[in-house]
């Protein structure tokens, strides 16, 4: 029905940069919100960045002025570019997305999930 892929993930070492993609697919009406959400065994799933339809975006302090979400409308997709990437950043990355399909009410969908390692 919809599919959120996410893609972008890997190892980079402290201070390298990483872009992650999530795309979304199938039939919908339309999207609105879309986020990006990260966890490790060792923290619990926090918002890392997200973004409004209309383009406002929102950060967690600990990413601010390293990490800039941003999507593409027409091609239903939101990016997240993580720059200076620190240790802590280490962990699995989620996409989101608030969906609107036909016949039902508004809500969440998640990708599977996309792993970020941060290490020498």
């Known amino acids: 029905q919809v599919q959120l892929v996410e893609s972008g993930g890997g190892l980079v070492q402290p201070g390298g940069s990483l872009r992650l993609s999530c795309a979304a697919s199938?039939?919908?009406?339309?999207?609105?919100?879309m986020g990006w959400y990260r966890q490790d065994p060792g923290k619990p799933r926090e918002l890392v960045a997200s973004?409004?339809?209309?383009?406002?975006?929102n950060s967690v302090d600990s990413v601010k002025g390293r990490f800039t979400i941003s999507r593409d409308n027409a091609k239903n997709t939101v990016y997240l570019q993580m720059n200076s990437l620190k240790p802590e950043d280490t962990a699995v990355y989620y996409c989101?997305?608030?969906?609107?399909?036909?016949?039902?009410?508004?809500?969440?969908?998640w990708g599977q999930g996309t792993h970020v390692s941060v290490s020498s």
């Open positions: 989101n997305a608030e969906i609107l399909v036909a016949g039902q009410a508004l809500r969440d969908y």
């Open positions: 199938g039939r919908f009406y339309e999207i609105y919100g």
């Open positions: 973004i409004s339809r209309a383009g406002r975006t």
